[in-house]
């Protein structure tokens, strides 16, 4: 059984920056890709970005060079660095390890 718990998140302008964190329980984390999900309101949940075990990294096209996704092996954690926030990034956002996902973060952006 694994349980990710999540912080981070919250209101703020657009331009500004956000960080979520993830933090996993279980031994599974090391070995397994770890992602970021969102749902905003009407629409389906769409990947964000996703980390492999070894570091490489996957972003949808709408976040790049925005968005940075990073994990630490060694606290279980996974985060996602978020810059130059736009509107269109309000969403709740998950984490995700296998079928297993966090209970979500609202994140709002707006002036």
């Known amino acids: 059984q694994v349980q990710l718990a999540q912080s981070g998140g919250g209101l703020v302008q657009p331009g500004g920056s956000l960080r979520l964190s993830c933090a996993a329980s279980?031994?599974?984390?090391?070995?397994?890709?770890v992602g970021w999900y969102r749902q905003a309101p009407g629409k389906q949940r769409e990947l964000v970005a996703t980390?492999?075990?070894?570091?490489?990294?996957n972003y949808a096209d709408s976040v790049k060079g925005r968005f940075t996704i990073s994990r630490d092996s060694g606290k279980n954690t996974v985060y996602l660095q978020m810059n130059s926030l736009k509107p269109e990034d309000t969403a709740v956002y998950y984490c995700?390890?296998?079928?297993?996902w966090g209970q979500g973060t609202q994140v709002t952006v707006s002036s």
């Open positions: 279980g031994s599974i984390f090391r070995i397994t890709t």
């Open positions: 995700n390890l296998v079928h297993y």
């Open positions: 980390i492999t075990s070894g570091g490489t990294t």
